[in-house]
């Protein structure tokens, strides 16, 4: 026999057996804190790879009426190409980048969230950090779709008072 004593498994204390569920002052905090990503539209997506010239991309954003464009490359993100690109980096310029990649002007490494977070995170995105549009990645990496104030609200809008 070792010295270790024994417990009676009559004497274990559950951890959970006093737990509380969380209360919430309405529906819609419990959306934005419990409801994931996922369950809401994330889709269509637009996209361009890296390579993709800025006329190219410029064009992609009039002819789908879009604001953003995703740029990825072996199916991750690696950027975003925006309206406000194309005025701050590309507008005064336009002839001599017009054949550029879209690398050179995107925005890398943009802010992102995951499908498995919560709704209040997109929402952090967009207001917080000032972003229109905030791609959403799987767990792999690879990409969801985006998530815009136009498609959050609707998400959120049967739970507004």
Known sequence: MSGTPQSDPDDFDDPLSNYEPTQYASELHRVLAEESIDSM???????????????????KLSELKVSSLLVIDDEKLVGIFTERDVLEKVAENYQELVDHPVSEVMSADPTVVY???????????????????????????????????????????????
């Open 115 to 161: 499908e498995t977070d919560p709704v209040g995170m997109a929402l952090a995105g967009i207001a917080v950090a000032g972003h229109r549009h905030v791609p959403v990645l799987k767990m792999d990496g690879t990409v969801l779709g985006i998530v815009s104030p136009k498609r959050v609200l609707r998400h959120l809008s049967p739970n507004l008072d």
């Open 41 to 59: 539209r994330s889709t269509p997506i637009a996209e361009v790879t890296a390579d993709t010239t800025i006329r190219d991309a410029t064009k």
